[in-house]
């Protein structure tokens, strides 16, 4: 399975992005896609995953902000991210995650939002 993102890039305070990430080859039985992120400095952590059957899970902080969603036929999510913050400033990965097979990740698309 590869993973490629894009829709990164520079926006001010307050202002929205969309992320998209394609997964392609062998993505028979992926049933959970989402979104992580890192910062300079700081540990990778959840932002949003959505499973094969709608389920979603947002972490706190973006909550109410990012919307994550799923295109089961085209293999492909998506991250509406609304009402940007500076501290949401970080490298976006693509994760999904195949039964029986394990989890795949792609390459990091950066985020910046200036104050």
């Known amino acids: 399975v590869q993973l490629q993102a894009s829709g990164g890039g520079l926006v001010q305070a307050g202002g929205s992005l969309r992320l998209s990430c394609v997964a392609s080859?062998?993505?028979?039985?992926?049933?959970?896609m989402g979104w992580y992120r890192q910062a300079p400095g700081k540990q990778r952590e959840l932002v949003a995953t959505i499973t094969s059957g709608g389920s979603t899970n947002y972490a706190d902080s973006v909550k109410g902000r990012f919307t994550i969603e799923g295109d089961n036929a085209k293999n492909t999510v998506y991250l509406q991210m609304n009402s940007l913050k500076p501290e949401d400033t970080a490298a976006y990965y693509c994760?999904?995650?195949?039964w029986g097979m394990g989890v795949y990740w792609g390459p990091g698309t950066q985020v910046t939002v200036s104050s």
């Open positions: 994760v999904a995650y195949q």
């Open positions: 080859g062998r993505t028979l039985g992926i049933n959970r």
